[in-house]
């Protein structure tokens, strides 16, 4: 039930669940309360380690601003690599796209890896539409939509995340791995962890 898009950008027309603040590092700090006081276990993104997490990290610091997520206080840590790997200190961050990327990808029809083809697969639901060509010149009624199509945005990654949930939680419970490492691991490295943590039973 819980429904929030935040925004520096007034619009009159705009849905209940649109909240405005004055600038951008205002509302990086609302959506750094809004996460504390949801309290989640687990924060989920598609490609969140690649694009999301970064992006509002350097807007953050761009702003002047904390971007505290962790428990203890702390901005997400950034390991190196050709998509970097971002950890919350007392949540953990999965990113879906990694996982679907290694181990469904092989097995799906969809011609590319984006959000809306793989939504639309997985659980038949698709991002909404906006014309991005409107941009440099927004009406009140085009901000509208554009709340309305980033809500969507989150809406269906989340119910992608609870479609792939059981399979995401059986890696973690064959190859003794948390849910942070199997999102990101190739499937070479869960047969891996799987030999590792059973070799007795291969007599090793």
Same mark, same amino acid.
């Given at each position: 039930? !819980? #429904? @929030?898009?935040?925004?520096?950008?007034?619009?009159? =027309?705009?849905? =209940?669940?649109v909240e405005f603040f004055k600038d951008e590092?205002?509302?990086?700090?609302?959506?750094? @309360?809004?996460?504390? /006081?949801?309290?989640? &276990?687990?924060?989920?993104?598609y490609f969140s380690d690649g694009f999301d997490l970064p992006f509002l990290k350097t807007a953050a610091s761009r702003e002047k601003v904390d971007f505290n997520l962790g428990l203890d206080g702390s901005s997400p840590k950034f390991?190196?690599? @050709?998509?970097?790997? $971002?950890? %919350?200190?007392? %949540?953990?961050?999965?990113?879906?796209?990694r996982f679907i990327r290694s181990v469904? $990808?092989? +097995?799906? *029809?969809?011609?590319t890896l984006s959000l809306n083809d793989v939504a639309k697969e997985l659980v038949g639901q698709e991002k909404g539409d906006f014309d991005f060509k409107k941009? =440099? &010149?927004?009406? &009140? /009624? &085009?901000w509208k939509d554009l709340f309305s199509y980033n809500l *969507?945005? =989150?809406?269906?990654? +989340?119910d992608l995340a609870m479609k792939i949930w059981p399979d995401l939680?059986?890696?973690? @419970?064959?190859?003794?791995?948390?849910? !942070?490492?199997?999102?990101?691991? /190739?499937?070479? /490295?869960?047969?891996e962890s799987y030999l590792i943590h059973n070799l007795? #039973?291969?007599n090793e």
């Open positions: 039930g !819980f #429904k @929030k898009v935040l925004t520096w950008k007034k619009c009159k =027309s705009a849905e =209940s669940y590092g205002e509302m990086i700090e609302s959506f750094v @309360k809004a996460v504390k /006081s949801f309290d989640p &276990d687990i924060l989920v993104g390991s190196r690599g @050709k998509i970097p790997v $971002a950890r %919350i200190t007392g %949540i953990v961050h999965a990113d879906i796209y469904f $990808a092989q +097995y799906m *029809q969809s011609e941009l =440099s &010149d927004m009406k &009140d /009624s &085009d *969507q945005d =989150s809406k269906i990654t +989340y939680y059986e890696f973690t @419970k064959i190859t003794k791995e948390p849910v !942070f490492e199997v999102c990101r691991a /190739s499937m070479s /490295s869960h047969v007795n #039973k291969f």
